[in-house]
């Protein structure tokens, strides 16, 4: 699966239930590198999530990892703390964000 593809997923089943982000509302920022490279911007706001190509708003977290590893954390088969400390993901911002985007990704892995 791609990264596009895995944000598309994340965005219909958090939109088709948004019981983990009812009232919370952040911006994140995933900085891939990889075969997949890119910059993607991930905003929970009114109960619902979006993501876009691109950082165009301040975030209050950002992520930095290789594709694969984005996909591993959002699929539930990366262990976000193990793979901060190895150093597979990096954090910048506010690392309570960090935590409760792990609460959130949690609710939806299948």
């Known amino acids: 699966m791609s990264v596009e593809q895995t944000l598309r997923n994340l965005e219909e089943k958090i939109n088709a239930n948004p019981h983990a982000v009812n009232g919370f509302h952040a ?3 995933f900085l891939i590198s990889g075969a997949e490279s890119g910059n993607y911007q991930v905003t929970f706001a009114g109960n619902q999530a979006s993501y876009v ?3 165009p708003d301040e975030a209050k977290c950002t992520l930095e990892l290789s ?3 984005f996909i ?3 699929e539930g088969t990366l262990n976000p703390t ?3 400390m ?3 993901v990096k954090i910048k ?3 309570g964000y960090s935590l409760k ?3 959130i990704l949690s609710a939806y892995q299948s």
């Open 72 to 74: 591993k954390l959002v």
């Open 101 to 103: 985007l792990q609460t």
């Open 53 to 55: 190509k691109g950082t």
């Open 67 to 69: 594709d694969e590893n």
């Open 86 to 88: 190895m150093g597979k």
């Open 27 to 29: 911006v994140y920022h």
């Open 93 to 95: 911002g506010e690392l």
């Open 82 to 84: 193990v793979a901060f």
